[in-house]
Every structure is written in C-alpha cells, then in structure tokens.
C-alpha cells in the first residue's frame, strides 16, 4: 500500500500529502486495494473447503469499508445492534451476518432476529433462554453457536486474549455438551454450529490449531448426539507485522492447515478476521506542532493524540512512523506525543525516527484495524476525517467531526 516515489509517500498512486492538505490532520487513510488483497488472501487460502468470511466489523466499521467488502462477497461478525445498523447501511447481507458478544440486550436481539441474522454465537445458557424467547415471540426457528471456552493460550497481549479458563468469554468446553443437550429441547433454537475466539493479534497460528481441534471434536460428538452442526467458527485472523521484523504468519499458510483439517470433515469453516483484513491498509495522518527537549529527553509534539488511536496507550503497541516527504536531514530518538493531558498520550516512546520539524506530515502506519473504531472525543476533540483512496484517486468518507458535532444532543 505504502512506497516512496522521489521523497514523497504515497497510498497506491495517491501521494499522502494532497490528501493531509486538503483534508487536514489528523486523518485516517485507508487503501482499498489493500483491503480487497487481504480479504481475497483469505478466500484463496480457504478455496476448496466449504467457508465464509465474516469481517468483523468492530476493527473498522467504516460504511464504506464496510460496503467494499459487502461488495466482494464478505459475511459480517457484529458484536452490537449498532454494528447490526451499520452493516444494513452498507449493503451487507444480515443472512451471512453472525452476532457475537458476551452481554446482547434484549432489544439487540429482537433487532438480530427481526432481520433475519444468520447465527448468533451464545456466550451463556441465560442468552439462549433470552434467544429462544424472542425468537418465539417473532415465531422463528433461530440458528445458534455456542461460543466455547477451549482453555488455550493465545499468547497474545493479556487485554486481547479471550479463550483462557478465567476470561469472561464463552462457555466451559467441557460444560458445551450437556448445554447443547439442554437447549435442543427449546423449540425455537437450533444448534447450527460451535464457535470459540480465543484473542486477537495472534502472531503463531498453533493455539488457533489447537483450539480448532477441541472444538472439531465437540462439534463430531454433537453431530453424533443427532444435532444438526453445520458450520465451526473459529473467531478471528490472524496478527498483523506492525513492526517490520514481527513473523506476522502469512494467511495463505494459515489457509493450508485450516484446508487439512476441514478437507472431508462435513462442516463448513466460518473465520471473523478483522485486524489482518483493514490494520495494514490504513495510516493515521498527523503533523509535528512542537519539538521540545526537556530534562534532556526529546519530544516531538503532533496533532494526533491518544483519542484519535488509543492502541499505543492501551496495548503498549508499536506503530511504525515514518514522514511523508523524505529528507536527509537524519534520525532523532524522541517520544511522539499529542495535545490531551495525559502522560499516557503518546504515539511512540523512545523512538529512533526521522528528524522532523514543526509543520512536517507523519504517517503512524498499520492504523487501519482498532483505530478509528476506538477514537473517543477525550478533551473535546472533534474525531479525525477517514479517506478512502481507490487506485489515484481518493474521497472522504467520513468528514472531520465538527464542533458543533460535539456537542449534538447536549442541552446546557
Ligand atoms: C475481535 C473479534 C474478532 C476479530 O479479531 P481480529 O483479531 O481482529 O481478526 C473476531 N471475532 C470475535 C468474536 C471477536 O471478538
């Protein structure tokens, strides 16, 4: 998506700063090419064995992101009645969406159900109790997972790891079979399939291996015990390289194993990605307002902060910044920090970077996934515009949130 043509960085044939000049900072910019790349990774890897993809629309619920992948063929994974809302928006399809989620409200699930979602993936037997009663109320026959607990390390950042015995997610492996007993006797439920995610940025594909296995056996046992099991959903992708050097796994690798496992096995394979689909297609565009030294430590003071991408503060995550325009004017080791006043709002610590001066453009790579999604308006900042760019050209598809945007709803 990224290069370099002269000095100056480009998305694909657009160079980054028309985009930061006309849009302003800071601004996420997402390539389209890339994400139909990754997403296509996916349906290659995955050719030959019965499969969907749901994106999942909580690592960028942009309408057109999420229109582009509605467009190539792309199910969905919502874990809300707004993510719900979205993905009617774009044009996705509710019957090859799947709702996830650990605490769905009544009204999210009367929503679901009223427009024909595919599946929901139940994290507990109150949910399904809930389920069935809605579900009786509209007189449908719904189609449930139930989300397993496989007990597996995903060895992944302790806030993004879901699949251990004492995280909130899912149902006790070894409680699931007397479960989907239970529920078989509800009579508007029926048990369509297994579901587990056991985390996110996963970088070695073996726990997801070794929970796939736990979870093709229960599913094999269910079968025999006469349930009608279609499809196992093994929950999201796989990591992404946020650092040059991470041994991010390459989805077409992950695709062979998973085409192993599934080849004759009788269950159709549904994954969530999110993260490998849109993270490596966007940048964060943002501009140096300050540099200061102080106590002999070097900062470098940019118009993006912590409310516009939090991962840094929240997952101690790495993102790779690099300018816009090239120079020769050497590297700095500074901490990359923004406006909020927090110590915990910054970019990049201890960072060995260009030398750029007040007024330079800098783009914080890999933003694509969890970034926007989880921007919040912490000292009143209005959230950053989103750029779709399409081969040369580009369009925003979210304006820069206004001041009077801010403060919509809010009587004084
Ligand atoms: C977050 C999440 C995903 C997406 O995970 P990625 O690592 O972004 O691919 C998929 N399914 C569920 C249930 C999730 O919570």
Redesign the pocket.
Known sequence: MLSYQDRSLYADSVPLADIARKVGTPAYVYSAATIRANYRAYADALDGVPHQICF?V??NSNLAVLRLLAREGSGF?I?SGGELHRVLAAGGDPARTVY?GVGKTADEIDMAIANGIQSF?CESEAELGLIEAIAARHSKRVAFSLRVNPDVDAATHPYISTGLREHKFGIDIGEARDVYRRAAALPHLEAAGVSC?IG??ILDPTPLMEALDKVLDLARHLAADGLPIRHIDL???LGVAYRPEDPAPAISAYGQRLRERFAGAGFELIL?????IVAPAGVLLTRVLYRKRSYGKEFMVVDAAMNDLIRPSLYQSHHEIIPLRRSDRGTVVADVVGPVCESGDFLARGREMDNAAPGDLLAVCTAG?YGFVLASNYNARPRPAEVLVEDDRWRIVRERETYAGLMRGEEP
């Open positions: 999942a909580k690592a994974d874990v996830s993936n995610h996110s940025q929950g999201g992708g969530e990605p999110g993260r490998s996934a």
